[in-house]
């Protein structure tokens, strides 16, 4: 009999429960600065958009790589997973001269290697790739016999490494490999299956029969180089006799029919090796093609095959890069119609090209060092345009316009040597020796123009800047300078809107210096590889800039809303204190001791999980969703609510809840984010 009425009671309870409180009430555990990350930009919800606090105090550095064998060092490049939470690094750790790789915790802890026994004489080749998921690292070596280069992949905690390529033919080696972007599959060229021919597979990354993808080769052609489109179903690949008539194909992941992409070409001309990209939305490949060391041709095709566009004639002798904007809609690039290389765009499809600097002087040209913004709106570039070999940084609008010089005056020898865009596509970092000549220094700009800004603290006699870059979130800059002693180059940060920088990496050994960083995503713990404790035995370290945490919580200013009140924070559950214990950005901000838990309900019971301090519960039951008619309130010293009764025909019970002791809280938000009313709620 109460089968019916309990369904239509349960539909309509779901859709009251969803609008007033949501799925809210993680646990504290839930979240941190890595924790859930709801805009996927890399920081955890709880301090996304929260600055770094450059005053708070900065811990001893830790040593994450295991000790090293009498002559072992780490190798200067380590990766990092996209969570941040792991390193993975190669070191002759165990075996002096013998590089192998390993992973660590960024929080410390005893690294695993990655390799599986090594053969004498054997190496990991390179520092491996980890897989976009974070779970395994593909990486090469020749483990199993010295001299021939296979591939493996292993679990990012350790584990039997699988051999990822099938046995190799006498004299085969692996030339190159990617893994798809879905994590899933790992695309290899090798001559696996006959010397000196370079051949096309995949294989999924934890190991299985490699499949071959290339279409049977003439003799003389290998394949040369390849590209995976974002959605990780298509492979583009290079294939033919280099410097002859290399060209381009796509073939299915899995395998499947070769589809030629790049057509018939003039004679004697080929697609460069390095000279094709996927466009970002997957649909177009654009690639650059030429008679050897003569001007190159830009084209685009679809990536499923069909006419080639071309887009400019007389790009840059011998190979230039070009850059397809984020949203894929322009390529920006090189070439040298007037005589001197100049920057143009032109749109993925085909159109007509825009120059994009103004008339160069006499002898200028603009550099091979461009970069488009990531809300691909503007191209920033370097060139030597208003005097010849002053090498300058300039901004214009991608589709043409107005160029805006972005440096300072430089002195008669200054020039910009390195810039950086910042990723909220709101300013640029660039090093030059601007203030003075010979002296490198850091500068920060607004992307349109306007002042600079110098970052680097006063720089010592023979002081210079070494690198810098932006963090994820583009409102910090780290950088590497010889900035407290001569010589001595060490790690620094600073706000992208200046400051007082602060020394990120500890007390060197004399002579040491520190030689390569990377930040993890929740931009507060910082990597790097330095020769800190020995001379010339370089080393893993992670320093963690602390927010101070004044009320012990566990979250510290500016991230906590509330520092003085432990009871406060990022995610904090909803406690039955008469204050609101969620912060801005948290489901239940705004709301006092509102019931935050998953109501469930079974057999005519409503439960939910008690809350903090509460001693009651006050259950509002109406037929209409406004609670206007028929409503009635209960009170329940439990978690729980008892319903006797049945609706009247054709209609529903519509239930709200609330602490009732000691302190009367909220009944919950209505979609609309305004407070829910109960008419009928005890005073």
Not at 269 to 287: K, N
Not at 351 to 379: H, I, K
Not at 620 to 635: E, K, L
Not at 651 to 662: G, I, Q, V
Request: net charge negative; proline share 7%; glycine share 12%.
């Amino acid at each position: 009999m109460m089968s019916r009425p309990w369904n239509l009671l349960r539909l309509a309870l779901v859709a009251v429960l969803i609008a007033a409180w949501g799925l809210h009430g993680a646990s504290r555990a839930d979240i941190s600065c890595g924790g859930p990350d709801g805009d996927g930009d890399g920081v955890g919800d709880a301090c996304d958009s929260c600055p770094v606090d450059f005053n708070a105090p900065l811990p001893v550095s830790s040593k994450l790589n295991g000790p090293l064998t009498a002559g072992g060092s780490v190798d200067l490049a380590f990766r990092l997973t996209p969570d941040g939470s792991t390193a993975v690094y190669r070191a002759d750790q165990d075996t002096d001269e013998m590089l192998e790789i390993y992973s660590v915790t960024v929080a410390g802890g005893t690294p695993a290697k990655l390799n599986g026994p090594m053969v004498a004489g054997g190496q990991v080749i390179e520092t491996g790739t980890v897989s976009p998921d974070g779970s395994r690292v593909v990486f090469v070596a020749d483990q199993d016999t010295a001299l021939v280069l296979e591939l493996y992949s292993a679990p990012i905690a350790g584990g039997p490494p699988a051999k990822l390529n099938a046995p190799m033919v006498a004299g085969g080696n692996l030339l190159a490999y990617d893994i798809t972007p879905d994590g899933t599959t790992v695309v290899y060229i090798a001559d696996q299956d006959t010397d000196e021919t370079l051949e096309l597979y995949a294989v999924p990354i934890a190991g299985g029969v490699p499949v071959k993808l290339n279409h049977p080769l003439l003799a003389g052609e290998s394949v040369w180089s390849l590209r995976i489109t974002p959605d990780s179903s298509t492979v583009v690949f290079l294939a033919g006799t280099l410097l002859v008539d290399a060209r381009l194909y796509t073939v299915p992941v899995g395998g499947g029919g070769v589809t030629p992409l790049s057509g018939v070409l003039p004679p004697g001309e080929e697609v460069l090796v390095e000279g094709f990209e996927v466009t970002p939305d997957g649909t177009r490949v654009v690639y650059a093609s030429a008679v050897f060391l003569q001007p190159n041709d830009l084209y685009s095709v679809p990536t499923g095959g069909g006419a080639a566009v071309l887009l400019q004639s007389g790009l840059a002798a011998g190979g230039s890069p070009f850059v397809i904007s984020p949203d894929g809609a322009k390529v920006v690039h090189r070439a040298g119609l007037s005589g001197a290389e100049e920057l143009y765009s032109v749109p993925t499809t085909g159109g007509t090209p825009t120059r994009l600097n103004p008339a160069l002087v006499s002898g200028g040209a603009v550099t091979a060092s461009y970069r488009v913004s990531a809300d691909s709106a503007r191209a920033i570039y370097l060139a030597d345009q208003d005097t010849d070999q002053k090498f300058e940084l300039y901004s214009v609008p991608v589709s043409g316009g107005v160029t805006v010089k972005l440096n300072g005056s430089l002195p008669a020898e200054g020039d910009v040597s390195f810039f950086q865009v910042n990723p909220d596509s709101g300013s640029v970092l660039y090093m030059a020796d601007q203030d003075g000549d010979e002296v490198v220094e850091l500068y920060v700009v607004p992307i349109g123009g306007g002042a600079t800004v110098k970052l680097n603290g006063s720089l010592p006699a023979g002081g210079d800047v070494f690198g810098a870059f932006f963090t994820l979130d583009g409102a910090t800059v780290g950088y590497m300078a010889d900035q407290d002693s001569d010589e001595v180059i060490e790690l620094y940060a600073v706000a992208v809107t200046g400051g007082v920088p602060v020394k990120r990496s500890a007390a060197l050994v004399a002579n040491g210096d520190v030689a390569n960083v990377g930040v993890a995503a929740d931009r507060f713990t910082w990597l790097y590889v330095a020769d800190q404790d020995t001379d010339d035995m370089f080393e893993l370290y992670a320093s963690r800039l602390l927010q101070p945490d004044g009320d012990g919580d566990g979250f510290g200013t500016p991230c906590d809303c509330n520092d003085a009140n432990a009871a406060v924070y990022p995610g904090a559950p909803e406690i039955n204190d008469g204050i609101d214990n969620q912060c801005p950005g948290d489901p239940g901000f705004g709301m006092v001791d509102e019931v935050s838990s998953t109501i469930t309900m079974s057999a005519g019971e409503l439960c939910w999980a008690a809350q903090p301090g509460a001693t009651s519960y006050e259950v509002a039951r109406a037929t209409a969703s406004d609670f206007t008619t028929a409503c009635v309130t209960f009170t329940e010293t439990t978690s729980c609510f008892t319903e006797t009764a049945v609706p009247p025909a054709g209609e529903s019970f519509f239930y709200a809840l609330r602490t009732r002791t000691p302190l009367a809280g909220s009944w919950g938000q209505l979609s609309s984010g305004v407070e829910r009313a109960v008419p009928c709620a005890t005073p």
